[in-house]
């Protein structure tokens, strides 16, 4: 998939936002939602989107519109900071399927990191338990 294309509204992000696809969600207000990664590289993976945007990618978003989301990025990031406890956390946004997007709306992912922990790869391995991920969502939602 090239860098630029136009917009798919049948990605999953934009299902989601429709409501046609559940989540886990973290946080919502009217400019972004915060939800867990179904397939997660770490416990606590978390997405950060744009709702009113069809922007595949960071090169793609309104100029104008970056600011207020990397806010509740940043707001999200925090959050997770105080309900898990990492040592680190990596927040990455990839732009185009050669830099490893999958899922072609805009979205930054929150990583919460351990020393020595081991990080899955991006888009493999297996699908997280809900119910787990709601565990882990009520104790950053705690934190929002």
Known sequence: MTLHAPYDPDNIFAKILRGEMPCVKVFE???????????PQVEGHTLVIPK????????DMPTDKLGALITRVQSVAQAVEKALQPDGIVVTQFNGAAAGQTVFHLHFHILP??????VGAHASGGMADLAELETIAAKIRAEM
């Open 29 to 39: 207000d009217d400019l972004a939602l915060a939800f867990m990664d179904v397939f």
């Open 113 to 118: 990191r351990r020393e020595g922990e081991r």
């Open 52 to 59: 009113q945007e069809t922007a595949r990618n960071l090169l």
